[in-house]
T-cell receptor, first 113, second 114 residues
Framework: DARVTQTPRHKVTEMGQEVTMRCQPILGHNTVFWYRQTMMQGLELLAYFRNRAPLDDSGMPKDRFSAEMPDATLATLKIQPSEPRDSAVYFC???????????FGQGTRLTVV | DQQVKQNSPSLSVQEGRISILNCDYTNSMFDYFLWYKKYPAEGPTFLISISSIKDKNEDGRFTVFLNKSAKHLSLHIVPSQPGDSAVYFCAAKEGFGAGNMLTFGGGTRLMVKP
């Protein structure tokens, strides 16, 4: 049963702390996306990778957010330092060129207090 | 500026009736459109899609209509079932293939009453 796996599912942290979210894309998928869901903005794209190379991270606050793919089985999204306004659900999704849709993980619910 | 808009944040429908969810877009370069369904505490799951070369695509109880001239698409669910209660996201992209990024609307919460 192929699926996108995200860890942790929930994270509560104090303002100023570093947060790292991890994603294991579906094996063989060559495209990975990071989305953030907030009440006001819906689903907004933060970054995406194709064949591990970053293609677009214009939706990401560069001063505190960073996204990487150290290898084909792991994508990370890091926030340092975290702020209360970063509280949201962060979704990872993966896809393969010949398919039309992206498959989403269950998300990481981040709360920054 | 939102390129994909879902102007109705919520919709309530009686079981067995038709649900119609609407979506508007502004980017004329979008040529592939998708609908995702999302239950609480889960990630969005793909529901149905349509290419800009078509004006209708049907899959069981779900039909998506595309009006390119109006830059409008809609999702019809007939008949609606309580299990359809979820948040529905409209998404659009330029070009076929999962390598192209999706731009999402803000979502519409559908409630189907028994």
């Amino acid at each position: 049963d192929a699926r996108v796996t995200q860890t942790p599912r929930h994270k509560v942290t104090e303002m100023g702390q570093e947060v790292t979210m991890r994603c294991q894309p579906i094996l063989g998928h060559n495209t990975v996306f990071w989305y953030r869901q907030t009440m006001m903005q819906g689903l907004e794209l933060l970054a995406y990778f194709r064949n591990r190379a970053p293609l677009d991270d214009s939706g990401m606050p560069k001063d505190r957010f960073s996204a990487e793919m150290p290898d084909a089985t792991l994508a990370t999204l890091k926030i340092q330092p975290s702020e209360p306004r970063d509280s949201a659900v962060y979704f990872c999704a993966s896809g393969l060129g010949r398919n039309t849709e992206a498959f989403f993980g269950q998300g990481t619910r981040l709360t920054v207090v | 500026d939102q390129q994909v808009k879902q102007n109705s944040p919520s919709l309530s429908v009686q079981e067995g009736r038709i649900s119609i969810l609407n979506c508007d877009y502004t980017n004329s370069m979008f040529d592939y459109f998708l609908w995702y369904k999302k239950y609480p505490a889960e990630g969005p799951t793909f529901l149905i899609s349509i290419s800009s070369i078509k004006d209708k695509n049907e899959d069981g109880r779900f039909t998506v209509f595309l009006n390119k001239s109006a830059k409008h698409l809609s999702l019809h669910i007939v008949p609606s079932q309580p299990g359809d209660s979820a948040v529905y996201f409209c998404a659009a992209k330029e070009g076929f293939g999962a390598g192209n990024m999706l731009t999402f609307g803000g979502g519409t919460r559908l409630m189907v009453k028994p």
